[in-house]
């Protein structure tokens, strides 16, 4: 560790009257608990979304071959931008997820550096 990443450590490990060791062993353990949560409700999300888009997309269809298509467009086209964005919200910490679960130690030097 350099100079820097152990004064930050010191500092913190005084705060919260513990070792460098243990915060550092912490931290690390951390990494595996937090990014696998992440995960879990990340497919959550994507299962509901999906799930939601499947049904407005039933309906949407059965609309259209029931000459009611103007009532189903806009509840088709907001679920589909909500699972689009859960979709893309999900994916953009997909880099942060494998770290932290691949190499955690890396992960921790990232969230104590500023």
Not at 87 to 103: K, P, S, V
Request: with cysteine; charged share 15%; aromatic share 12%.
């Amino acid at each position: 560790m350099n100079e820097k990443l152990e004064n930050i450590l010191i500092e913190l490990a005084e705060k919260l009257h513990t070792t460098v060791e243990h915060l550092w062993g912490v931290l690390v353990t951390q990494a595996v608990y937090q990014n696998f949560i992440s995960i879990i409700i990340w497919s959550l999300f994507s299962i509901g979304s999906l799930i939601v888009v499947g049904f407005t997309g039933k309906s949407f269809f059965k609309a259209c071959r029931d000459d009611k298509f103007n009532n189903s467009v806009p509840f088709f086209v907001i679920a589909a931008v909500i699972a689009v964005i859960c979709l893309t919200a999900g994916t953009t910490n997909l880099n942060d997820w494998i770290t932290a679960i691949l190499n955690p130690e890396y992960w921790a030097l990232k969230q104590v550096l500023p």
